[in-house]
């Protein structure tokens, strides 16, 4: 059973930092691509950024390019957000996904086939 266990989301103030990590089980992580979605009140869940199961490639958002790094440690199961410079408008929800449907876009939503429960982020002005 894959689960995926999201973390270090907080409240920070605006131009803060926070490093989002989320732990991977049940499936073989090394072979798996990863993303990062957020969802903020109101607003449907959106792409943050993904990477490729052995690193080598990268994709983000246009909001967040330049402030965000997606990492991934194979050896501990664990994939990485480091976020800085953070603006009330990264506020929302945040989630990892796995399971990529290799039909969708590494972008959409629809591309992962399994989630964590999500991380707060508040990022205050």
């Known amino acids: 059973q894959v689960q995926l266990v999201e973390s270090g989301g907080g409240l920070v103030q605006a131009g803060g930092s926070l490093r989002l990590s989320c732990a991977a089980s049940?499936?073989?992580?090394?072979?798996?691509?990863m993303g990062w979605f957020r969802q903020a009140p109101g607003k449907e869940r959106e792409f943050v950024a993904a990477?490729?199961?052995?690193?080598?490639?990268?994709h983000y958002a246009d909001s967040v390019k330049g402030r965000f790094t997606i990492s991934r440690d194979n050896a501990k199961n664990t994939v990485y957000l480091q976020m800085i410079s953070l603006k009330p408008e990264d506020t929302a929800v945040y989630y990892c996904?796995?399971?990529?449907?290799?039909?969708?876009?590494?972008?959409?939503?629809?591309?992962?086939?399994?989630w964590g429960p999500g991380t707060q982020v508040t990022v205050s002005s």
């Open positions: 990477i490729t199961s052995n690193g080598g490639s990268t």
């Open positions: 049940g499936l073989t992580f090394s072979s798996s691509a």
């Open positions: 996904a796995t399971g990529r449907r290799v039909a969708w876009d590494i972008r959409s939503r629809y591309g992962y086939g399994y």
